[in-house]
């Protein structure tokens, strides 16, 4: 028997049986293993313990379930045993042929791969319209989305390149600060100010723009050219010099 027919048969009938679900498929495939070990040879003897292991079925009720539906909907012939120390039988059935008969035991005669069908898979018709689909896309929407990758490159570059911070010199910042009628010794304090701290807004983050941090310098310099906190007086301590120490306070 050709197997990569039979599997190819089955896997039709799978894709146009919607009864069947993954357990159903997981239980077939094992079954043909032992079938394979076999030599398809019909009936086989399984063992369920061994079967429920193979196929990852974990529960006895799934797996009579799917055996039974696997009989009922004919993809094999289920003869249960009901006896723990013989196996129970089961027929599978060849796929390869328009009959749904159990193969024959007789197995004398070998296919060579030269006699072996070119059976599309059961999905060959939607892989050919993909392949289709990606073969006649113009080589224009490649270059596009290459041109659309470099454009989204060269704006993000842009972006990079405006956001960078630039010192400024202290000529640039004494020309901002007359600019503004500040005198140029607060032009000197806020260079050398930020200078010193690496050009860092609030001793962390990094200066972006150093116009608006000299605009903040000069509202601060003139919130305390208005109001400078007036220093209190020392107070003096007024003793006598006759006091008498010796007296309690």
Same mark, same amino acid.
């Given at each position: 028997?050709?197997?990569?027919?039979?599997?190819?048969?089955?896997? /039709?009938? +799978?894709?146009?049986?919607?009864?069947?679900?993954?357990?159903?498929?997981?239980?077939? +495939?094992?079954?043909?293993?032992?079938?394979?070990?076999?030599?398809?040879?019909?009936?086989?003897?399984?063992?369920?313990?061994?079967?429920?292991? *193979?196929?990852?079925?974990?529960?006895?009720?799934?797996?009579?379930?799917?055996?039974?539906?696997?009989?009922?909907?004919?993809?094999?012939?289920?003869?249960?045993?009901?006896? &723990?120390?013989?196996?129970?039988? +089961?027929?599978?059935?060849?796929?390869?042929?328009?009959? /749904?008969?159990?193969?024959?035991?007789?197995?004398?005669?070998?296919?060579?791969?030269?006699?072996?069908? $070119?059976?599309?898979?059961?999905?060959?018709?939607?892989?050919?319209?993909?392949?289709?689909?990606?073969? %006649?896309?113009?080589?224009?929407?490649? /270059? *596009?989305?290459? +041109?659309?990758?470099?454009?989204?490159?060269?704006?993000?570059?842009?972006?990079? /390149?405006?956001? *960078?911070?630039?010192? &400024?010199?202290?000529?640039?910042?004494?020309?901002?600060?007359?600019? $503004?009628? @500040?005198?140029?010794?607060?032009?000197? =304090?806020?260079?050398?100010?930020?200078?010193?701290? %690496?050009?860092?807004?609030? %001793?962390?983050?990094?200066?972006?723009?150093?116009?608006?941090?000299?605009?903040?310098?000069?509202?601060?310099?003139?919130? @305390?050219? =208005? %109001? =400078?906190? *007036?220093?209190?007086?020392?107070?003096?301590?007024?003793?006598?010099?006759? =006091?008498?120490?010796?007296? &309690?306070?």
């Amino acid at each position: 028997m050709n197997y990569i027919r039979h599997l190819a048969g089955f896997f /039709e009938r +799978v894709a146009a049986d919607e009864r069947l679900n993954p357990t159903h498929i997981s239980m077939y +495939v094992s079954l043909f293993q032992f079938w394979n070990a076999s030599r398809f040879k019909n009936p086989i003897s399984i063992s369920r313990n061994e079967l429920m292991r *193979v196929s990852k079925i974990s529960a006895k009720a799934t797996y009579h379930k799917c055996m039974k539906d696997l009989n009922d909907f004919g993809y094999l012939k289920y003869k249960p045993s009901f006896n &723990p120390f013989k196996g129970s039988l +089961v027929y599978l059935f060849n796929f390869q042929t328009s009959s /749904e008969q159990p193969v024959s035991t007789d197995h004398t005669k070998n296919e060579t791969g030269a006699e072996q069908a $070119q059976e599309p898979y059961i999905n060959a018709s939607n892989i050919t319209n993909q392949t289709s689909l990606n073969l %006649g896309e113009p080589a224009q929407k490649k /270059e *596009v989305q290459k +041109v659309n990758r470099q454009g989204k490159k060269e704006k993000s570059s842009a972006k990079k /390149e405006r956001n *960078v911070f630039v010192v &400024p010199k202290l000529t640039q910042v004494q020309e901002y600060f007359a600019s $503004q009628k @500040f005198p140029p010794v607060e032009a000197s =304090k806020f260079y050398n100010y930020f200078q010193s701290n %690496g050009w860092l807004v609030g %001793g962390r983050t990094k200066m972006k723009d150093w116009q608006a941090a000299a605009r903040n310098w000069m509202l601060n310099a003139n919130k @305390f050219a =208005k %109001g =400078k906190p *007036v220093k209190p007086k020392a107070k003096h301590l007024h003793a006598t010099t006759n =006091k008498n120490y010796s007296e &309690p306070l």
